[in-house]
C-alpha cells in the first residue's frame, strides 16, 4: 500500500535515484521478460542504488583513496579483484594496466600458445613413430 500511494503521489522517483525509465529498457533487453511490473522496476532501482552505495563505502573504507579523501577507480578494481563478494565484478572492473604491459603480455600469450602448438605437433609426431 506504502509504494502505491508513493506511485500515487508521484514521489517514488524521489525515493530512488536511478532513472526508472533507463532500468526499464535494460530489463526489457533480456528475451526472458515480456513485461515488468512497476514495484519490480521500483524494487530494482532501489536494490541496485543500494548495491553501488554498499560496493562505493566498502571501496572507499578499504582502498587507499581515503588518503586523498576521494574513491578511485583503483580502490574499485581492488575490491572487485580481493572481495569475495564483488569477485563477480572482476571483469568488469579491471585493475588498470600500461598499454605496453598489455601488449607484452598479449605477445607471451601469443609465444606460449606457438609453444604449445609445437609441443603437440612434436607429440604426434612420436605416435606416429610407434
Known amino acids: 500500500a506504502e509504494m502505491a500511494a508513493a506511485r500515487l503521489s508521484g514521489t517514488e522517483n524521489r525515493l530512488v535515484s536511478l532513472p526508472l525509465s ?29 548495491f553501488v552505495q554498499y560496493l562505493a563505502t566498502y571501496s572507499y573504507k578499504h582502498g587507499r583513496g581515503k588518503e586523498k579523501n576521494a574513491l578511485t577507480y583503483t580502490d574499485l578494481s581492488h575490491t572487485a579483484e ?21 601488449l607484452k603480455m598479449l605477445e607471451k600469450e601469443k609465444r606460449d600458445g606457438e609453444m604449445r602448438e609445437d609441443d603437440d605437433e612434436a607429440e604426434e609426431e612420436e605416435d606416429e613413430d610407434e
Not at 533507463?22 to 543500494?50: G, Y
Not at 580481493?82 to 598489455?102: G, H, V
Open 22 to 50: 533507463r532500468i526499464r529498457v535494460i530489463m526489457k533487453s533480456s528475451p526472458e521478460v515480456s513485461s515488468i511490473n512497476q514495484d519490480a522496476l521500483f524494487l530494482t532501482a532501489k536494490a541496485t542504488e543500494l
Open 82 to 102: 580481493e572481495c569475495e563478494t564483488f569477485q563477480f565484478l572482476a571483469d568488469i572492473l579491471p585493475k588498470k594496466i600500461l598499454a605496453s604491459k598489455y
